[in-house]
C-alpha cells in the first residue's frame, strides 16, 4: 500500500516533442506528490509538486496531471530539450512524513 | 546547491569493516531523512528524525545500521560489519515540517558506499 509505481522505465524524445511519465499510488493517506529531477552524480531535486485538491499544475515546460479517483498522476515536459535528460522520480507522502519515491524513469532528448 | 551536506561523498571500504556518514542539514530544518539508493532505482527511505527524536524505521534498517541527531542539528548513519549488498548510494535529505511548512525535500549529493 506504500508503493508507488511509475512508468515507462525509460524514455527517449527527440527536442522539441513532449515526454510524459506516470504514476499510480494505492495509499489514499498521500495528500502530496512532488517529482524530483536527478543528474547523474547528484541528489534529487525537487522539479513540482501538486496536492490532491487540484487537477493540474503547470511551471513552465513542466505541467502535473492529478486523477484523485484514479489515484493516478503524470509529469508532462512540453518542448522537451537536450538539457531535461536526467532521471526523474514521482513521490508521496502523507503529512510529510515518510516519503516514497518511484522506481524512476531514465528520459533521454535526443537533439 | 541545497544546503545539505554529505560526508564523505565516496567511501571504500572491506567487507566486514564499520562505516559512518555525516550529513549536515539546512540549518532551520528540523526533519532529516535517510535515503539508500541503488543504481536503476528510486531513493528508499531508512529512516527518519524530527529533531533529535527518530520517529520512524524502515524495515530496510536492519540491527547493523544506526542513525543518531545528537541536539537536532548534524545526523550520522553507521554501518557495522559491512557487507557487499550494502553498497549504495546513501543520501539525505531535509525539510520544515510543522503547520504551513511545504513539503519539499531538500536533498544531499550522497555518500557512496563501494564494499569489497
Known amino acids: 500500500q506504500q508503493q508507488v509505481k511509475q512508468s515507462p522505465q525509460s524514455l527517449i524524445v527527440q527536442k522539441g516533442g513532449i515526454s510524459i511519465i506516470n504514476c499510480a499510488y494505492e495509499?489514499?493517506?498521500?495528500?502530496?506528490f512532488p517529482w524530483y529531477q536527478q543528474f547523474p552524480g547528484k541528489g534529487p531535486a525537487l522539479l513540482i509538486a501538486?496536492?490532491?485538491?487540484?487537477s493540474e499544475k503547470k511551471e513552465g515546460r513542466f505541467t502535473i496531471s492529478f486523477n484523485k479517483s484514479a489515484k493516478q498522476f503524470s509529469l508532462h515536459i512540453m518542448d522537451s530539450q537536450p538539457g531535461d535528460s536526467a532521471t526523474y522520480f514521482c513521490a508521496a507522502t502523507d503529512y510529510g512524513q515518510n516519503f516514497v519515491f518511484g522506481p524512476g524513469t531514465r528520459l533521454s532528448v535526443l537533439p | 546547491d541545497t544546503g545539505v551536506s554529505q560526508d564523505p561523498r565516496h567511501k571504500i571500504t572491506k567487507r566486514g569493516q564499520n562505516v559512518t556518514f555525516r550529513c549536515d542539514p539546512i540549518s532551520e530544518h528540523n526533519r532529516l531523512y535517510w535515503y539508500r539508493q541503488t543504481l536503476g532505482q528510486g531513493p528508499e527511505f531508512l529512516t527518519y528524525?524530527?529533531?533529535?527524536?527518530?520517529?520512524?524505521k524502515s524495515r530496510l534498517l536492519s540491527d547493523r545500521f544506526s542513525a543518531e541527531r545528537p541536539k537536532g542539528s548534524f545526523s550520522t548513519l553507521e554501518i557495522q560489519r559491512t557487507e557487499q549488498g550494502d553498497s549504495a548510494m546513501y543520501l539525505c535529505?531535509?525539510?520544515?515540517?510543522?503547520?504551513?511548512?511545504?513539503?519539499?525535500?531538500?536533498f544531499g549529493e550522497g555518500s557512496r558506499l563501494t564494499v569489497l
Open positions: 495509499n489514499t493517506a498521500f495528500d502530496y
Open positions: 501538486i496536492r490532491p485538491d487540484v
Open positions: 528524525f524530527q529533531n533529535e527524536a527518530q520517529l520512524e
Open positions: 535529505a531535509s525539510r520544515l515540517g510543522g503547520q504551513g511548512a511545504t513539503g519539499e525535500l531538500f
